[in-house]
């Protein structure tokens, strides 16, 4: 069984310029999660999708958008990166979302320069 | 705003001793998960606990919850090398049907030596 697969698995992007990170989530979970973990910190959540709808957001700015598709992929994007931006993205699938275990891909490692 | 607080952040301990991690939070949540991360590598899922008084068990690692005094604890037995890792734990409080993801610590980074 295949898990949560992300990819790229490794960036370098410049200042100013525009990131797509994507996640396909475990076959039969309906949810997909991302977090941005930077070295030495914990995850922080960015958004959480069930069904095709955003059902929460973190404290991020709005340069950060992500959407779900049919198929219950996932995309992150992100505008106008910045240096804080480098960091390791994180995708983690979970059945239903709230209240149900949560796995996580192998992650996407941002590097702005 | 709910905030996890992890102790300790860095333990250097030795093979065959046993320690414990603590992990306290600020709100009322009885979903509460523990993450053991390898250098470099992504989140791998070792306990869910999902009601007071939850207690599970892994190979050398036991974890429990005790959701009135708002603290989970990850209790290493007999270490050996291998459980070297950073270990995060995480709490879920969405509530009303929304999604407030996880929150989690600052991890603790456990190095086992011979």
């Known amino acids: 069984d295949a898990g949560v697969t992300q990819s790229p698995t490794h960036l370098i992007k410049t200042r100013g310029q525009q990131v797509t990170l994507r996640c396909s989530p475990i076959s039969g979970h309906k949810s997909v999660s991302w977090y941005q973990q930077v070295l030495g910190q914990g995850p922080q959540f960015i958004f959480q999708y069930y069904e095709k709808e955003e059902r929460g957001r973190g404290n991020f700015p709005d340069r950060f958008s992500a959407r779900q598709f049919p198929n219950y992929s996932s995309e992150l994007n992100v505008n106008a990166l910045l240096l804080g931006d480098s960091a390791l993205y994180l995708c983690?699938?979970?059945?239903?979302?709230?209240?149900?275990?949560?796995?996580f891909g192998q992650g996407t490692r941002l590097t702005v320069v | 705003e709910l905030k996890v607080e992890q102790n300790p952040l860095f333990l250097s301990m030795q093979e065959g001793k046993n320690y414990t991690i603590y992990c306290n939070y600020s709100?009322?949540?009885?979903?509460l998960y523990w993450y053991r991360q390898d250098p470099g590598k992504s989140l791998e899922s070792l306990f869910v606990l999902l009601s007071n008084g939850a207690v599970k068990q892994e190979g050398r690692l036991m974890a429990s919850l005790d959701t009135k005094a708002r603290l989970s604890t990850l209790h290493i037995t007999a270490a050996v090398h291998d459980l070297s890792a950073t270990y995060f734990c995480a709490v879920d409080a969405s509530s009303g049907g929304g999604a407030d993801g996880l929150t989690f610590g600052k991890g603790t980074h456990l190095i086992i030596q011979p």
């Open positions: 983690a699938s979970s059945l239903l979302g709230s209240a149900t275990e949560a796995f």
């Open positions: 709100t009322t949540s009885d979903r």
